[in-house]
């Protein structure tokens, strides 16, 4: 499993103040509190394999051009928006590092395989007796 480093990540890391969206009144007139976050993926120092489970997600919030945006909105000071847009970032990362197990074929046991074919001789057997008795 992959864990960035977020000291690793912010040269690749652009952060603008914009103003939020929504209710607020005049504090949200006034002041930018609200961050847009721009990760470059591809310039990153990201592992492959990392950088191309980033790229081939279907996520509205990466641009063609490799870039993931992510915009923190809900605090009300740049602060708070900031550090959780960071922790938005390595969680995105954290998640496409985690790689899948590989899968292992399996069959069924001797046993089960017999257990199975009982059964079905059982059903069957049970299904004979409801034909219609022939009287010779």
Same mark, same amino acid.
């Given at each position: 499993?992959?864990?960035? $480093?977020?000291?690793?990540?912010?040269?690749?890391?652009?952060?603008?103040?914009?103003?939020?969206?929504?209710?607020?009144?005049? $504090?949200?007139?006034?002041?930018?509190?609200?961050?847009?976050?721009?990760?470059?993926?591809?310039?990153?120092?990201?592992?492959?394999?990392?950088?191309?489970?980033?790229?081939?997600? $279907?996520?509205?919030?990466?641009?063609?051009?490799?870039?993931?945006?992510?915009?923190?909105?809900?605090?009300?000071?740049?602060?708070?928006?900031?550090?959780?847009?960071?922790?938005?970032?390595?969680?995105?990362?954290?998640?496409?590092?985690?790689?899948?197990?590989?899968?292992?074929?399996?069959?069924?046991?001797?046993?089960?395989?017999?257990?199975?074919?009982?059964?079905?001789?059982?059903?069957?057997?049970?299904?004979?007796?409801?034909?219609?008795?022939?009287?010779?």
């Amino acid at each position: 499993m992959y864990q960035p $480093n977020l000291d690793q990540l912010l040269p690749y890391i652009d952060i603008s103040a914009i103003r939020a969206q929504g209710a607020g009144g005049q $504090n949200v007139n006034k002041v930018s509190s609200a961050i847009h976050l721009r990760f470059d993926i591809r310039a990153s120092a990201l592992p492959d394999y990392v950088k191309k489970k980033l790229l081939d997600a $279907n996520d509205s919030r990466i641009t063609a051009d490799g870039i993931l945006i992510i915009k923190s909105q809900s605090n009300r000071t740049q602060e708070m928006n900031r550090q959780a847009a960071f922790h938005r970032l390595i969680d995105i990362i954290s998640v496409a590092g985690q790689q899948q197990k590989v899968r292992k074929a399996t069959s069924p046991s001797r046993a089960a395989k017999r257990r199975r074919v009982d059964d079905k001789k059982k059903r069957g057997d049970k299904k004979s007796l409801r034909k219609k008795v022939k009287f010779d």
